[in-house]
């Protein structure tokens, strides 16, 4: 796993939403999503909030599942 470019206090996990396919890592301490590349301190990344809300879901883990 990789450790957070970005809080530099948590994991960052492989994770997809729950009966979809897209593929994104994000960090289990900051809720940072990278949607494709390596995690970077520097954009494109959204926040698990704002990334759920697209699907309109709530940005809780259990919408997520591990990969
Ligand atoms: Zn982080």
Redesign the pocket.
């Known amino acids: 796993m990789i450790w ?7 994991w ?1 996990v492989a994770c997809r939403i729950r009966g979809r396919q897209e593929q994104f890592l994000v ?6 999503v990278w949607e494709s590349g390596e995690p970077e301190n520097t954009p494109p990344f959204v926040i698990l909030e704002q990334y759920l809300a697209r699907f309109g879901l709530s940005a809780l883990w259990c919408n997520l599942e591990r990969i």
């Open positions: 957070c470019p970005r809080c530099e206090q948590g960052v960090c289990e301490e900051c809720d940072t």
